[in-house]
C-alpha cells in the first residue's frame, strides 16, 4: 500500500548528504534495517521510485532517513536534497536483507552505511553496547564519511574508517581500498557476522575475499545497492 509522508525537517549531514524526518503514518511498522521504495509527489516524478533505508528506531514518533544526493546524476536523490518543508514523498510497504542476527563487522561502502545506522542505534539502546561490533566503512574522501562522530562514540564499536580518493588522510583514517589484503589483518574469520552493504561490484568483492579468508558463506548478509 502507498502512503504519503510529509517532510517536518531537513538537515545536512555531509556536504552532499541530508538528515530527513517526516511524519510517521499511523500503524506504519518497520524493523531496523529495513527499506523503503520512495518517489517524489510531484509531477513528473512519481514513477521514480528508488529504495532508501530508515536512519531512525520502530518507536521513534517521526520516520528519519538519511540520503546522499548525486547532482550529476539528474535525478531522484539530486531532487530529494532540494526538498523544504512540507514537500511530500510517497513510500512502499518496507522491506530489505539487512537486520540484527548478532555482533560481528559492518562492512560499508559510501551510502551502503544507511542499513546499518538503525541496527547499531538499536543494538546499541537495548544491550547499552556494541560490544565485539566493528564498523568498516570506506568513503571516496574524508568529508563524504556520514555520521563519523556518533559511530566513534557508540560504546564498545571498533571503527575502521578507509578513503580511496585521498593519498594522504587524517588520524584514524586510512587509504586503501576494502579488499582481502586489507581485510587479513582486520577480522577474525571464526567470529561473529559479516554484513555488507553497498554498490553490487563492491559486495560481489567483499563477499569473495572474505571467503578467501576463510568466513564460512552462511555468516555473510548482504544488501546491494543497485
Not at 162 to 180: F, L
Not at 183 to 199: Q, R, V
Request: hydrophobic share 35%; charged share 30%; glycine share 8%.
Amino acid at each position: 500500500m502507498t502512503q504519503t509522508l510529509t517532510l517536518q525537517r531537513i538537515e545536512p549531514v555531509t556536504p552532499d548528504t541530508h538528515h530527513l524526518w517526516f511524519d510517521r503514518p499511523e500503524g506504519f511498522d518497520f524493523t531496523p534495517g529495513q527499506a523503503v521504495d520512495m518517489a517524489l509527489d510531484k509531477d513528473g516524478w512519481r514513477d521514480e521510485k528508488r529504495p532508501f533505508t530508515f536512519v531512525s528506531l520502530p518507536d521513534e514518533h517521526q520516520l528519519q532517513f538519511v540520503i546522499k544526493s548525486y547532482p550529476d546524476h539528474d535525478g531522484v536523490t539530486e531532487q530529494i536534497g532540494k526538498m523544504t518543508k512540507g514537500d511530500k514523498v510517497l513510500i512502499e510497504e518496507p522491506w530489505g536483507a539487512i537486520s540484527d542476527e548478532g555482533p560481528g563487522y559492518f562492512i560499508a561502502g559510501g551510502a551502503g552505511i544507511t542499513p546499518f545506522i538503525a541496527v547499531m542505534r538499536k543494538r546499541l539502546a537495548d544491550k547499552g553496547t556494541l560490544e565485539d561490533c566493528t564498523l568498516i566503512f570506506s568513503n571516496e574522501t574524508e568529508k563524504d564519511i556520514i555520521l563519523r562522530e556518533e559511530f566513534e562514540q557508540m560504546n564498545g564499536l571498533k571503527t575502521i574508517f578507509t578513503v580511496t580518493d585521498q593519498d594522504i588522510a587524517g588520524k584514524g583514517v586510512e587509504t586503501q581500498k576494502i579488499d582481502k589484503d586489507f581485510l587479513s589483518d582486520k577480522i577474525e574469520p571464526s567470529k561473529g557476522k559479516y554484513y555488507i552493504c553497498g554498490p553490487e561490484p563492491m559486495i560481489d568483492d567483499i563477499e569473495q575475499a572474505l571467503k578467501d579468508l576463510g568466513v564460512d558463506e552462511d555468516r555473510i548478509i548482504t544488501e546491494d545497492l543497485d
